[in-house]
């Protein structure tokens, strides 16, 4: 069912109001019969998107909100998440950043409601990956991660007013005859200390993570 502004070949074209077989709703701008520019669309799930549409897609600003009670405001390309955004999880975490592809993708900052603790940094397809701050309510963590791990160099910052240096290490699988399906449990890197400093000015940003030579001079 529509009811509508139409153009002078009969299709939907102007501002206008549908329900479809599905049992979804649209009211919103249609463009040459298809829906564009601002209108809300309601799914029969109970979720709700508002913003802005091109050629029936989720294109440009817009807010969608989904059944489980999260909430995503923020950029669309053709219907996925891509650009800046805010996502609210439905256990109250909150991501603002950058994505691409329906994921956490650039640079971004997450916060987990339940501890208060913040990641503020890089993201590769979803992943914790690149350099970052780990930000706890008395201390952070500066330093690069690895496929959502903390691993190479990095530092703890205490608010006291002092550093532990160190690194973040994988540690060696003991080699054991397994079954052939069987997959090895992950292993958690291992926090190894180095020193403890007064406050410096490293970042992760400061060294590729490339192989060091042998013999290198390490940096104080």
Request: glycine share 16%; proline share 5%.
């Given at each position: 069912?529509?009811e509508?502004?139409?153009?002078?070949?009969?299709?939907?074209?102007?501002?206008g109001?549908?329900?479809?077989?599905n049992g979804?709703?649209?009211e919103g701008g249609?463009e040459?019969g298809?829906?564009?520019g601002?209108g809300?669309?309601?799914f029969k799930?109970?979720?709700?998107?508002t913003?802005?549409?091109?050629?029936?897609?989720?294109?440009?600003?817009?807010?969608?909100f989904?059944p489980d009670?999260?909430?995503?405001a923020?950029d669309?390309?053709h219907?996925q998440?891509?650009?800046?955004?805010?996502y609210?999880?439905a256990?109250?975490?909150?991501?603002?950043?950058?994505?691409a592809?329906n994921?956490?993708?650039?640079?971004?900052t997450?916060?987990?409601k339940?501890?208060?603790s913040?990641?503020?940094?890089a993201?590769?397809?979803g992943?914790?990956?690149?350099?970052?701050?780990?930000?706890h309510?008395?201390?952070r963590?500066k330093?690069?991660?690895v496929?959502?791990?903390?691993l190479?160099r990095?530092?703890f910052?205490f608010?006291?007013?002092?550093?532990?240096?160190g690194e973040y290490?994988?540690?060696?699988q003991?080699q054991?005859?397994?079954?052939e399906d069987?997959?090895p449990?992950?292993v958690?890197p291992?926090w190894?200390a180095?020193?403890?400093?007064?406050?410096t000015?490293?970042?992760?940003?400061?060294e590729e993570?490339?192989p060091?030579?042998?013999?290198?001079v390490?940096?104080?």
């Amino acid at each position: 069912e529509y009811e509508g502004d139409r153009n002078s070949e009969g299709e939907r074209h102007g501002f206008g109001k549908a329900r479809l077989p599905n049992g979804d709703t649209y009211e919103g701008g249609y463009e040459r019969g298809l829906r564009s520019g601002r209108g809300t669309y309601r799914f029969k799930n109970g979720a709700l998107y508002t913003g802005d549409y091109l050629q029936n897609k989720k294109h440009g600003k817009g807010v969608f909100f989904y059944p489980d009670g999260s909430k995503y405001a923020g950029d669309w390309v053709h219907d996925q998440r891509q650009g800046y955004g805010e996502y609210l999880y439905a256990n109250g975490d909150t991501y603002t950043g950058e994505w691409a592809g329906n994921k956490r993708h650039g640079q971004g900052t997450y916060v987990y409601k339940d501890t208060g603790s913040k990641y503020v940094g890089a993201w590769v397809n979803g992943i914790q990956e690149g350099p970052a701050e780990l930000i706890h309510l008395n201390h952070r963590f500066k330093g690069r991660f690895v496929n959502g791990k903390p691993l190479g160099r990095g530092k703890f910052i205490f608010d006291i007013g002092c550093e532990q240096h160190g690194e973040y290490i994988e540690p060696v699988q003991e080699q054991e005859e397994e079954e052939e399906d069987e997959l090895p449990l992950p292993v958690e890197p291992r926090w190894k200390a180095s020193e403890i400093t007064k406050l410096t000015p490293w970042s992760p940003h400061d060294e590729e993570p490339a192989p060091r030579e042998a013999g290198a001079v390490t940096e104080e």
